[in-house]
Every structure is written in C-alpha cells, then in structure tokens.
C-alpha cells in the first residue's frame, strides 16, 4: 500500500512538473530578451535592477497570504490553477511595452501568477510525498529547469535563425502559457481533514530554529543579484562577434546544469540533511558571484555559468525542504508563504541596491559586495549548526496545540 500512495505521489508531482516545464518554456522564452527589450525602451542599469528585483521578489512577498489563504479554505489546485492563468495573461501584454516602467508593471502583475499558485503547489507537493520531500521538491525542480531549457534553447533558435522581432516570440511564449494550464486536469489532492488554526494571531509561535533560518536565508538572499546582470556584463566583457547571442548560449548553459542537478540534490539533501546541502550552496554561490568580478574570457564565464547553475539549483532545492522541515503540517503553505515573502522583500532590495552600484560603480562592485553577502549568511550557517541541524525532528508538530 505505501508503495502504490508512492507511485501515485510521484505521479501527482509529474503532472505538476509538466505543468511547471510548459510554463517555464513560456518564461525562458522571454528572459533572454528581457534585458534587450529593456534598453531598447531606454531602460538604465536601475531599470534592470529595479525589474529584476521585482522579478525575483513580487511573488514572495504575497506568498504568505496566498499560502494562508489556501490553509484556511483548505484546497490547493485551484490556487494553482489561477496562478498559471495569470501569468499567461500578463505575458501576453509585454508586446505593448513602450517604456521601462510600464514593463516593470507588467512584470510585477505577472508574479501576482507565481504568488498565487506556489506555495500551495509546494505544500501539495509536501503532502504527496511526505516522507520524500527532498525527492519531490527535486523532480519538480528538474521539471521546471528542462522547461527553462527549452525555452532558452528556442529563444535562440528563433533569434538566431529566423531572426524573429522581440514582440512575436513574446506571443508564442504566451501561448505555450496558456497551454500549461492542461496538465493541472490531472493532479488529484487530498482533502484537508485538519482544522487550520490562525496562524496570523499565533505568528509568535513559530519556532526560534525557523526564525533563525529566515533570518540567514534573508542575508543570503541580499545576494541574489539578477540574472540580468550576468548577461550584460558578458555583452559589455566578451568581445566576441554576436555578444548578444554568445550570452544566451552561457544561460543555456546555465540552466543545464542547474536542471540535471535538481533531482540529485534534493534526494541528496534527504540523506545527509539540509543543513550540510545549503551551507555547500551558500559557499559555492559566494565562489561564483566573485568569478564574475574577475572573469574577461569566454572559459572562465563558462566556468562562472556552471557554478552558477549548480549553486542556485542547490539553494532552490534545500531552501524550500529546510522550510518546510522546520514548518507544521496543518500550516504548511503558510509557513512556506511566509519564508518566501521575507526573503522576497530582501531581493527586492538586492535589485534597487544592485542597479544603484551598476549604474554609480562598477559592475565588478555589485558581484564582490553580492560575493560577501553570501559568504556572510554560509558563515552564519555554520555558526548556528547545532541548533538548525537538529531543529527539523523537533518541530515537526510544534502546532499541534494551536487547532
């Protein structure tokens, strides 16, 4: 019997993740060309830090309340459901874009999409595969990533080879958004039998142990400096023939390596533990961010780009899982909601700041003060080792009293 609730779990998380891969497919198609559709509107280094900040952070500060919410009515799909909806229909208006700011309102109601359905997919994803969440965060991640790579991959098809104008792959990519929505038909969920207490009025019980992880998540995440960054620095760098098309073949890259090391690092993170899996992220980030400072030839980006995949796929992955460790069952989504808003809020302020220093410094400043942020929160992980390391077996049903 655990083993068929296995299988059909596993399952349950493919449908999600073909749901993920069209819709990344349709996102990928346009982040490429997001920073040219940019400056080509008179968009500055403020502008991509301001838009990339929003990008990264817009749908994390909402997710407490779309988590909360879905704990409350006690459903998961339909937030899902909507969330996609949205997204694809805010893609689709970017074809009308004719100044920055008007993009970065686009882009801002587009993640309203991302923060309606993601963390009452991820508690979906808990609940499927309770006893495997590090697997089941994995899978959906390679998902999502294979999708981000053929997006990528077409993208540059089409620019490349039927040198297509920003506006019409923006439509294709619309459409495929749309499409995603398919998938979702045959994702089944449990109903939530448990009363969900308000977690609003008992926010104080959180435990110390997920306090604390917030709090160092949060200074990592002061790092998390747009991709956007990393493409024009490799235009402005290489002196290379195409610069433009030499800097999405480097993000296609990029999401390879992220995307093949998803599912191992999850399972890998349910084996050796959290702790060790993102104190190795954190590290090996910091490591990146300072290659870029001194990287000038197309070997060392390359090398760059390839950190850069395995240490992101490595912090997306135990991020969530060491949330969701240290987070009751009966209010998964909304601590899951939560954590992600207040490291939302920390990356919106790492693109104001960064797009700031891009524009007043230089470039090679924004990767060095990023490299140190990052450096700083892994420090602090080691620091606090004993408490987060044994936090997740203790805490497990910590609101057990709350209902």
């Not at 040219?36 to 830090?49: F, H, K, N, P, R």
Request: hydrophobic fraction near 55%; proline fraction near 3%.
């Amino acid at each position: 019997m655990a083993q068929k609730n296995n299988s059909k779990g596993t399952l349950n998380i493919i449908w999600l993740g073909v749901a993920s891969f069209l819709n990344d497919l349709s996102s990928e198609m346009i982040l490429p060309i997001l920073p040219l559709l940019i400056t080509s509107v008179g968009g500055t280094g403020i502008a991509l830090g301001l838009i990339g900040g929003l990008r990264d952070s817009a749908a994390e500060i909402l997710k407490v309340f779309f988590g909360h919410l879905s704990d409350r009515v006690g459903k998961r799909k339909v937030f899902v459901y909507w969330g996609y909806l949205t997204s694809a229909f805010f893609k689709l208006f970017l074809i009308i874009a004719k100044s920055w700011l008007f993009i970065f309102a686009l882009v801002g109601l587009e993640r309203l999409g991302k923060a309606l359905r993601t963390a009452p997919r991820d508690a979906l994803i808990t609940q499927t595969l309770p006893h495997n969440i590090g697997k089941g965060f994995g899978i959906h991640r390679a998902f999502d990533t294979m999708g981000a790579i053929a997006g990528s991959l077409l993208v540059f098809f089409l620019v490349w080879q039927w040198n297509l104008d920003l506006k019409i792959i923006i439509v294709i990519a619309a459409a495929v958004s749309f499409i995603s929505i398919l998938p979702l038909r045959f994702v089944t969920e449990e109903p939530m039998t448990e009363p969900v207490p308000d977690v609003i009025k008992n926010s104080h019980r959180f435990s110390p142990e997920f306090k604390l992880f917030v709090v160092i998540a949060s200074l990592f995440s002061l790092s998390r400096v747009s991709y956007m960054f990393f493409i024009v620095h490799v235009q402005k760098e290489l002196a290379t023939p195409s610069p433009v098309l030499t800097s999405m073949l480097l993000y296609v890259l990029f999401y390879v390596f992220y995307s093949i090391c998803s599912i191992p690092i999850g399972i890998l993170s349910d084996h050796v533990g959290r702790w060790i899996m993102t104190t190795i992220g954190y590290i090996l980030f910091a490591i990146t961010l300072f290659g870029f400072m001194v990287a000038s030839t197309i070997a060392s980006f390359i090398i760059c780009f390839i950190l850069y995949g395995i240490a992101l796929a490595i912090v997306q992955v135990t991020h969530k899982a060491y949330a969701s460790d240290l987070s009751p069952a009966a209010i998964k989504a909304t601590a899951l909601g939560a954590f992600e808003s207040i490291t939302g809020i920390t990356m919106f302020a790492t693109g104001l700041i960064a797009g700031i220093l891009w524009d007043k410094t230089t470039h090679h400043t924004v990767f060095m003060c990023a490299g140190i942020l990052a450096a700083s929160a892994a420090g602090l992980l080691i620091v606090f080792k004993k408490r987060l390391v044994k936090a997740p077996k203790e805490n497990l049903n910590l609101f057990g009293d709350l209902q």
